[in-house]
């Protein structure tokens, strides 16, 4: 379904995983506004991975005909995803420290409790599709033993 952008993904996750490593040697200096626009960036990563969620939650449901304008929305934040680390960084010079801390931590709090609550979800749509499963058998096999 969206296997275009999970190689991009991986190849960006992978890139600031080595960046990080980077960073605790001389070699990588990063400024707080470079942070903040990762921290948009990622915040953007973790509502497409939401959005993906909610496509596959309608896709299994069959609720709607179309999921096109989750895709679209998908779309979006992936691009937003983009933007935030290519162009936010030139947009944001003026901007003060202060101001570029108080954003970054709340950005980073807001990603962090959607991711927190995306893997719940996932976890909770897993435990039940194994349920259903696990009771479905159970139930075919007392229907068969009548």
């Known amino acids: 379904m969206l296997k275009p952008t999970t190689t991009l993904t ?22 707080g506004k470079l942070l903040f626009c990762f921290s948009i960036a990622a915040f953007f990563l973790i509502l497409s991975d939401f959005i993906a969620f909610l ?10 005909k179309s999921s096109r304008p989750l895709y679209s929305i998908h779309s979006i934040f992936l691009g ?12 944001l010079a003026n901007v003060s ?7 970054s931590d709340s950005v ?3 990603g962090l409790g959607i991711a927190i609550t995306l893997i719940g979800l996932k976890f909770e749509r897993v435990n039940k599709s194994i349920f259903d499963t696990e ?6 096999e007392e229907s068969s033993k009548i």
């Open 10 to 31: 991986k190849w960006l996750g992978i890139a600031f995983v080595i960046l990080s490593i980077f960073r605790l040697t001389p070699i990588v200096n990063l400024n």
């Open 55 to 64: 496509i596959d939650t309608v896709n299994d449901k069959k609720k709607l």
């Open 80 to 91: 937003g995803a983009a933007l935030a680390i290519v162009l936010l960084p030139h947009l």
């Open 97 to 103: 420290t202060k101001t570029i801390n108080a954003w």
């Open 108 to 110: 980073t709090l807001a």
């Open 135 to 140: 009771f479905k058998e159970t139930n075919h």
